[in-house]
DNA sequence: TTCACCAAAAGTGTATACACTTTTTTAATT
DNA sequence: AATTAAAAAAGTGTATACACTTTTGGTGAA
């Protein structure tokens, strides 16, 4: 069962979504996407079922799936979430940290700094949220991993959504900052640091713009 | 989309498994479940598909649906992410304590300290679990209430796997103490039980345990 | 023009068909 | 009796068919 095809549409509409080629709001046709990935619709309702789950999409009985346009609130509780999971996974980070872990860390942070230069917004996003990701990863704690994975998915949707334009390189920033205190062992700093960056990323979110829906086909070519 | 009736299959094995009528490493035949909740295939394998992603079954491909086995290391990295969660939403839910919100928990215990009495496991299990849900429910982040659940009926599973008799008393008396430190608005303390709560239930599983698997029309009749 | 209404088109929800894989059974050989 | 091989049975994976719902587009009346 979980055929790979399955995944492989999963991908590649988590990408177009999370990279913000398919607008919230979109309209998602199964027969449209069907034809696109040369699949039948069972395949397609597959894996739009598995986005619902992860909240990418939202599936309106006998209506469709449209790419999801997450509100305000829901932001507001997905990064409560994040700084109760991300305070306690800073702490468990140091608790067990190795120079190689930190490497990964620092290494990860030089790629941000080179990405920042760059006009590639959703490159940014994705780079920034994997800062998280690694680190949860490093943990060696694979629900925690794949929790925070799912959580972060989410918040590039919003951060796409809402973010300014000039809050990634303050995030890219901190991160190197959280790293300094990372390699210091001072876990009281991280942890403040993590905090901190935390409440700017969903400070700095704009609740109140609007975004055009696309087309599907061009999107995805 | 997301018809009701595959939500209800989806229940129905949730509460099966989740109250061991189903043990780990059972079959789950889509044809027979079809036969069963008088349906097609079709609805039987998405709700199979859900349960997979709760992690409460496992899909191997073209071999079928199995009642999950989580191991010792599933199970611990479980609780590391619920202890993790739980900590701050104690904290939540100090900060924005009523008294309102305080019975609802006080109910709970006393209805606990009642089902302790009776001989029926599951029923206890899941008591014990819910304490916990409602807790992340009071809060109101939706988010994060959703996010426990799941944690928590990975975690139904493994305790009935693992936990050991005596261990449910012990729960109920712990629950019992949280509450009362946060009537104190103790956020310390409360904490602090809430922490070490997860630890001792998590000490309590005996890990050198084996099931037998067993015949899925008995156990959802 | 605008609204209401109806028919056609498009789309979703479920069942079923069929190819392909795994498991079980049977039969034959040592 | 134990082992292997082949055949049959059972089961999964994907496509397709069809009923039913929503959307769209158009026609006529106010």
């Known amino acids: 069962m979980e055929s790979s095809t399955t995944h492989q549409i999963v991908e590649a509409l988590t990408r177009a979504i999370v990279e913000h080629r398919l607008h ?29 789950q992860n909240r990418l999409i939202t599936l309106e009985p006998a209506r ?24 306690e996974m800073t702490r468990a980070f ?9 490497k990964v860390l620092k290494d990860h942070v030089a790629q941000e700094k080179k990405a920042m230069q ?8 994705e780079l920034l949220g994997d800062f998280h990701v690694r680190m949860a990863e490093l943990t060696g704690n694979d ?5 925070l994975g799912e959580l972060i998915s989410r918040c590039s949707l919003i951060t ?3 973010q300014s334009a000039t809050a990634a390189q303050h995030s890219a920033d901190e991160h190197a900052d959280i790293v300094k205190a990372l390699v210091a062992r001072d876990e009281a700093t991280a942890v403040r640091l993590m905090t901190e960056h ?16 696309n087309d599907i086909a061009l999107a995805l070519s």
């Open 24 to 52: 919230p709001g979109t309209k998602l046709a199964e027969q449209k996407l069907a034809d696109h990935f040369g699949v039948s619709r069972t395949l397609v309702r597959q894996a739009l079922f598995q986005l619902s």
């Open 64 to 87: 469709g799936a449209f790419v999801a346009a997450p509100t305000a609130t829901e932001a507001r509780q997905v990064f409560a979430v994040r700084r109760m999971l991300e305070a």
């Open 94 to 102: 140091i608790r067990d940290v190795t120079p190689a872990r930190l």
């Open 118 to 125: 760059s006009n590639n917004a959703s490159e940014r996003v």
């Open 143 to 147: 629900v925690l991993a794949r929790m």
């Open 160 to 162: 796409l959504m809402y």
């Open 198 to 213: 935390l409440l700017h990323v969903e400070e700095n979110l704009v609740f109140d713009r609007k975004l055009p829906t």
